[in-house]
């Protein structure tokens, strides 16, 4: 029936059905007309009342009872509520017809993209109104005659003289309350103090839409049965009479129309502010619990930036308003959020953005490229100040035990947060403006167990794994989906190249935009298995890799100048092309002409997770080059003080000389870093505990 009755509504903005009921007597039928209108504009996007038809829009509850009362609309039956029945029924006139905007009229409920568009302008609906109604039901005879009293005192108030501001208006009201509501103490006051307790708990005051329908209104009045009052005067009753309310009634008593002075109103009415203080409002659907507060909003009431869409579900719009909490604004899919509930969003927004940015560099986040696009502008408004940068930097630090580890830098008031991912690491760093003082990064190293092997006798199992990693991550008992966080501190975050370590690699790799060319120009020159090999290596194509080593191919095997595969993966940061060539048999302490192994590699190219990675698999940590220095020698030149603590963690020897008698301890000093002299002090005296 609601097909014949609803013509698809103007594309023209501002286009809404109003309802136009006939006049009528007590319990004859109703009978309506529905029609299509215009709210009409000004410049300044408020409704231009001259140009628009007069009419009342509707505040009530749907209620849970089922649709069982019969209208007509068009001359069709057309089925509502009791509650709205019987609004009509009581609004309805006997001389004349009475045009009403209603919610469960006027929009086609069942067209999901209709409700959208008339959520979003709902504010201009409620605006545009002469007058809007709040129903709150039959009532009884004490509600009746309290809302007799309150109509009595604002006529009476009202004929006074005119209203100068609000203190004046309440004044008047006051001395006019003994003879209308009674005095303290007395019989008549007692009773109506219980018919407004009555009223305040009407399930109307927790309805989360009446908020915006009575916070744009431009007049409103209460009926009750056959009594009405303006909510003027009724909003402060409760505070003359001494009624105590809870803070949510409040909250709504406060938004009625009239003078604000003194309330929230007349202050900060942001979304984040709205759904903190009206987060227990009630509402059939979920998303209604934010939606309806947008046009109440400073910052959310433009459909432009925020648009009420029901086809999305209630996780979406909790995200969308995760998302425009912090950034003002509804990121596009190629973003994405954790896995916020409504509850989530009373939150401090600084706890949001810290939750966001935590995800993204740890757990699922980090493996999901629309997580780290979060995490890049997260971290671009953090430091354009939209944010509090130094609240969120303390949080990651404390969450990870580190905020020890960034206390000067905190003292610091000028500094800039960056970030950057590649394939198992994240770095969250933090470098001052001020010259002399280290640079801060936290970096985040994923291991992931799915290549571990489950035979618990495999020099590789997962079992064996987690006791490996138990030891050198002390603070993370297992190791899938989370991160192995440590701290580093240096003149500059970017990870610098051990100089003397690296040499040109094999030619055909020297340009990584071509390697695809070269990969098939080995293809059609049927090079050898073993060239190719190395060359998806490089590339990091990790089913080619299985593919020839299925075939046979060594992964051992090197070029004329000791490189081979695994070299390759550590230079390029590979690790599940690594742990493919580990698998098959490679040779970890394979050492270049140079001396050099993957080891040697990984550390020169800062890929520290790599390091982990190699570590775990039992390279040989104190393998030294052809200068006699050992991964240990070439860490302490770069002051790298996480990556010496897990060198040592992991049976670095303190007391290996190279060539030149120099150990890691004698390097230290000679550089005059304390911070790492002190490490190796006491790594000394206390004794390294061998991996």
Not at 249 to 263: F, H, K, N, S
Not at 468 to 477: C, D, E, N, Y
Not at 639 to 647: D, I, R
Request: hydrophobic letters at 40%; glycine letters at 6%; a negative charge.
């Amino acid at each position: 029936m609601a097909e014949l009755l609803y013509d698809p509504l103007s594309d023209t903005q501002g286009s809404i059905r109003l309802l136009q009921i006939s006049k009528g007597w007590g319990r004859e039928e109703i009978s309506c007309s529905l029609f299509q209108t215009v709210l009409v504009l000004d410049e300044n996007q408020a409704p231009d009342r001259t140009l628009i038809i007069p009419y009342i829009a509707l505040s009530y509850v749907w209620g849970r009872e089922g649709f069982d009362h019969h209208i007509l609309i068009n001359n069709q039956p057309f089925m509502v509520k009791p509650n709205l029945f019987s609004a009509l029924q009581h609004i309805r006139r006997t001389d004349q017809d009475v045009i009403l905007w209603v919610d469960a009229i006027c929009i086609n409920q069942r067209d999901k993209k209709e409700r959208g568009h008339q959520v979003a302008q709902m504010r201009y609906v409620y605006e545009a109104a002469e007058e809007v109604f709040i129903w709150l039901g039959k009532g009884d005879e004490e509600t009746s005659n309290l809302i007799k009293a309150v109509h009595s005192i604002d006529e009476k108030a009202k004929s006074a003289g005119p209203r100068a501001n609000y203190k004046d208006w309440t004044k008047r009201c006051e001395e006019l309350m003994p003879k209308e509501l009674g005095s303290p103490g007395s019989p008549l006051r007692s009773e109506r103090s219980m018919a407004l307790d009555k009223l305040l708990k009407n399930k109307w005051f927790e309805r989360v839409w009446i908020l915006q329908e009575i916070a744009r209104a431009k007049t409103a009045k209460i009926i009750c049965g056959d009594s009405s009052c303006h909510a003027r005067t009724f909003s402060f009753i409760p505070r003359l009479m001494d009624v105590k309310v809870n803070d949510h009634v409040q909250a709504v008593l406060d938004i009625m129309p009239r003078i604000r002075e003194g309330t929230w109103w007349s202050s900060t009415r942001n979304l984040h502010h709205l759904i903190r203080e009206f987060s227990g409002s009630q509402a059939s659907m979920n998303r209604d619990k934010v939606y309806a507060l947008l046009s109440m909003s400073e910052d959310a009431h433009d459909s432009r930036r925020f648009f009420p869409c029901y086809e999305k579900d209630d996780r979406c719009v909790w995200i969308d308003t995760v998302s425009f909490l912090i950034f003002g604004e509804i990121l596009s899919q190629e973003y994405s959020f954790p896995d916020f509930g409504f509850s989530d969003l009373r939150r401090p927004i600084i706890e949001l953005v810290q939750e966001t940015l935590e995800w993204a560099i740890t757990e699922q986040g980090f493996f999901q490229v629309s997580a780290q696009k979060t995490a890049h502008v997260l971290v671009q408004r953090l430091n354009e100040g939209d944010l509090n940068k130094h609240a969120v930097l303390e949080s990651v630090a404390r969450k990870h035990g580190q905020e020890h580890s960034i206390r000067e830098l905190l003292c610091e008031n000028k500094y800039q947060i960056g970030i950057e991912f590649s394939e198992a690491q994240a770095i969250l760093s933090a470098t001052p403006e001020k010259p002399g003082i280290d640079s801060v990064g936290m970096a985040f190293y994923f291991l992931s167990l799915d290549d571990v092997d489950s035979d618990p006798d495999s020099r590789y199992s997962s079992f064996k794994y987690r006791l490996l990693v138990q030891k050198a991550i002390l603070q993370q008992p297992t190791l899938q989906n989370n991160p192995l966080v440590m701290v580093f501190r240096k003149r500059g975050i970017s990870p610098v190249p051990i100089q003397g370590i690296m040499r040109s690699p094999p030619f055909r790799f020297e340009n990584d935009d071509e390697i695809s060319e070269t990969i098939d120009k080995l293809i059609q020159e049927k090079a050898p298995l073993q060239e190719l090999l190395w060359a998806h290596t490089w590339a990091g194509n990790e089913d080619a890799v299985r593919d020839l080593l299925k075939r046979g191919v060594s992964p051992s095997e090197s070029d004329d100048r000791g490189y081979g595969a695994v070299h390759f993966a550590a230079v390029k940061g590979h690790t599940k092309v690594l742990v493919l060539l580990i698998k098959a048999g490679a040779f970890l302490d394979k050492r270049s002409v140079e001396g050099n192994t993957a080891l040697h590699f990984a550390l020169a190219q800062g890929l520290f997770y790599v390091v982990g990675l190699l570590l775990l698999y039992c390279a040989d940590v104190n393998i030294a080059d052809r200068e006699g220095k050992t991964a240990l020698h070439l860490t302490v030149t770069q002051s790298q003080l996480h990556v010496v603590e897990l060198l040592l963690l992991y049976g670095a020897d303190i007391y290996q000389a190279d060539n030149e008698g120099k150990t890691a301890l004698s390097l230290a000093k000679e550089r005059g870093d304390l911070e790492l002299e002190d490490l190796l002090l006491r790594r000394r005296l206390k004794g390294v505990e061998k991996v």
